[in-house]
């Protein structure tokens, strides 16, 4: 069975910062690609930042410079470190692997106040 647990959401300030992590069960996590997409009310949900399993990198342009995704392995987790938050950041990130198919976690809720 596969589990995709997030944790680290939470409420900030504008201009602060917050990590995510994601721990996964289930998978071969060193195999996969993880990521980190994001929806707010009343929007699609749309990719945030996303790892390969060799370590490319991709970020939307809004989280460019900001964000960070980052793996390990070892203890089969992805996070992002978002610096620098902007109150049109907040919203429900959801944590995602892909193989032959994509899972996702149960998501964490971001809310960065003006």
């Known amino acids: 069975q596969v589990q995709l647990v997030e944790s680290g959401g939470g409420l900030v300030q504008t201009g602060g910062s917050l990590k995510l992590s994601c721990t996964t069960s289930?998978?071969?996590?060193?195999?996969?690609?993880m990521a980190w997409y994001r929806q707010a009310p009343g929007t699609q949900r749309e990719l945030v930042a996303r790892?390969?399993?060799?370590?490319?990198?991709y970020y939307t342009d809004s989280v460019k410079g900001r964000f960070l995704i980052s793996r390990d392995n070892a203890v089969n987790t992805v996070s992002l470190q978002m610096n620098s938050l902007k109150p049109e950041d907040t919203a429900v990130y959801y944590c995602?692997?892909?193989?032959?198919?994509?899972?996702w976690g149960q998501g964490a809720q971001v809310t960065v106040s003006s």
């Open positions: 790892i390969t399993s060799g370590d490319g990198t």
């Open positions: 995602s692997a892909t193989s032959a198919a994509t899972y």
């Open positions: 289930g998978i071969i996590f060193r195999l996969v690609t």
